[in-house]
């Protein structure tokens, strides 16, 4: 047997150094890390940034160690060491530390890093899980996220908020909004068509016109620019250009189903029923639109319109289907039922607007003691029908617009009205009449009221009137009439019986009688107004209203009409006035 060498005493053997640095830590911590022992994991990343301090990556592997292991808190003190000493553009810690503020039940504060994190971030590595986080956020806070943009996203985000707005009837929001993205964004041209929508909407056609034109500038084929192009220029009566454009329009055939339906619309809002029956057969084949309502409710007015009388019953009853707590397919197949009884009664105009037309609509709402509904005041058709019809309706519509609008009562109606008071040309009454509305919705500071080339301010908070001096006693009288009236009369018969009162007091000054008997006072105001709006009314009613006798009343209404001369003026109108 052969003896194995040993070596010599001397010699030593080959032993290779380790080198202790950061990268021998980290890669012990991603070992203990395969093998679950997240203490020890914990262990080695701790010793990589003692190595390397400045590096924030072994930060936040520490930071994502300690929130392993459930201490959050921990965990974000790390994070929001990175971002304060080491490295401030490391936005991702921010959607880390709103993570563990999530587990923690700290929701307020997981809002705010995602935000931020939101907002700061370019590279948008966690998008989905923040959006996903989002709706967590909302549900646990039971509010909407106060996030104003994404930056990864770069308008996008902004855009979508934007069209939200516009779908929810919000156009001056919405128009707001898309100015500013516009100005950012020049190219973004779905902005571009939704901001002429918005003016559209908001009845500025000069700027709609012109907005879109700009998108038709920088892309000539684009489809969403051409429709609304042609319905601009059938607004403003521009046949030539129309029929130009709608013969354009015929000979395209979209492939996305948003394509067609625009189309769709765009040709029955043009009269070209035939073009618009056949993109609206073509959606309902679709799988995702054939169970919407307004779309057999489209399909039913182009049919009607080329004669399918039958075919628009059957759709008509298939979006009563559909829709049953819907009055507007029950109200066209009514139509349909009184052709077929009365063949030769001038036909009722059918709209392709998912909704009433707008005096069926103000109809109803006057007969309903409810008013409008709150699903209705947020339907954005109606209102992009109060604010067409504030701006190019007759006298009468947009004195039932103003009424409207007040019950609606929000932001958009107070800006929509002040604006109205800025019109040169539009009728002293109307504009008392919005004054009036903008007080009942708590409006109370001077507001500048244009009448041809002079603007004067105005106080809202106090009756419309010549006089000087406006008293407190006299006020005293309106609020005690109003406080009465509001369950029976309305806001146009609320506004008159304060003009009748300032035109008394007006013809009076300054020997304006002694102001003491409230009640007998309000009671005239209440009993001629009914009496200027065809209502019947006894004394004995208004007095009993007012806890007053009848003849105090028929006392106080003999004074001012012995001044204000009503039942003389109503005498041609409604003889048997007393």
């Known amino acids: 047997m052969k003896e194995r060498k040993r070596p010599a005493k001397n010699q030593r053997g080959k032993v290779l150094p380790i080198s202790m640095d950061a990268g021998f830590f980290f890669e012990r911590a991603v070992s203990s890390l395969d093998r679950y022992r997240y203490d020890k994991a914990l262990k080695y990343f701790r010793k990589a940034v003692e190595y390397e301090p400045s590096n924030p990556v072994n930060h936040c592997n520490m930071a994502g160690i300690l929130s392993e292991m459930g201490d959050y808190a921990a965990s974000n003190e790390v994070l929001q060491t990175v971002l304060e000493e080491i490295d401030p553009s490391m936005t991702e810690c921010y959607f880390y530390m709103a993570n563990n503020y999530a587990n923690m039940d700290m929701f307020e504060a997981a809002e705010e890093a995602l935000i931020r994190y939101l907002e700061e971030d370019e590279q948008g590595q966690f998008l989905s899980e923040a959006e996903e986080m989002i ?19 770069h308008g996008v985000y902004e ?19 898309l100015e500013e993205l516009v100005q950012t964004r020049p190219d973004f041209l779905a902005a571009r068509n939704n901001l002429a929508l918005g003016y559209y909407y908001l009845g500025l056609f000069r700027k709609a016109v012109e907005t879109v034109e700009e998108v038709l500038v920088q892309d000539p084929g684009n489809l969403h620019g051409l429709c609304n192009l042609a319905i601009f220029y059938q607004h403003a009566g521009n046949r030539e250009a129309l029929e130009e454009l709608a013969g354009r329009l015929e000979n395209i055939v979209p492939f996305h189903q948003e394509h067609v339906f625009k189309l769709a619309t765009t040709m029955g809002i043009l009269g070209r029923h035939e073009a618009a029956f056949g993109h609206f057969q073509r959606l309902m084949r679709g799988s995702e639109t054939n169970l919407d309502a307004s779309l057999y409710h489209y399909a039913a007015v182009a049919a009607y319109h080329t004669g399918r009388k039958e075919e628009a019953e059957k759709l008509w009853k298939a979006a009563k289907r559909l829709d049953p707590s819907s009055s507007v397919p029950g109200y066209y197949l009514n139509i349909l039922s009184q052709e077929r009884e009365h063949p030769e009664a001038e036909p009722v105009p059918v709209n392709y607007q998912y909704l009433l037309p707008f005096e069926e609509q103000m109809k109803r709402w006057e007969a309903s003691e409810e008013g409008i509904p709150a699903e209705m005041k947020e339907n954005p058709l109606i209102r992009s029908s109060f604010f067409w019809a504030l701006r190019h309706g007759d006298h009468k519509t947009k004195l039932q617009v103003i009424q409207a609008m ?31 509305v903008l007080r009942n919705l ?15 301010l105005v106080d809202p908070s106090r009756v419309s009137t010549q006089l000087p001096v406006w008293r407190s006693e006299w006020q005293a009288v309106v609020d005690l009439a109003l406080e009465r009236m509001k369950p029976s009369f309305d806001l146009q018969q609320q506004h008159d019986m304060e003009t009748l009162w300032a035109e008394f007091l007006t013809r ?23 009496k200027m709006h065809g209502q019947s009314v006894t004394y004995e009613q208004v007095a009993q209203k007012y806890n007053i006798s009848a003849s105090t009343a028929r006392r106080y209404v003999q004074r001012v009409d012995e001044v204000c001369c009503v039942k003389e003026k109503l005498a041609d109108i409604f003889p048997s006035v007393q």
Do not use: C
């Open 442 to 456: 708590g409006v109370n500071q001077p507001l500048p009221v244009r009448s041809g080339a002079t603007t004067t």
């Open 508 to 530: 009076l000054y300054p020997d304006t009688p002694t102001v003491s008997h409230l009640e007998g006072w309000a009671a005239a105001l209440e009993y001629l107004t009914a």
């Open 406 to 436: 007040g019950l609606i009562a929000d932001q958009e109606v107070e800006e929509a009205l002040q604006a109205f008071l800025l019109e040169p040309d539009e009728d002293a009454y109307l504009k008392e009449m919005a004054l009036f």
């Open 135 to 153: 709706d967590l956020l909302q549900y646990e806070l039971d509010r909407p996220t106060k996030l104003k943009s994404i930056k990864s996203r």
């Open 159 to 177: 855009h979508d908020q934007a069209r939200a707005l516009l779908e929810e009837g919000k156009f001056a929001q919405a128009v707001k909004m």
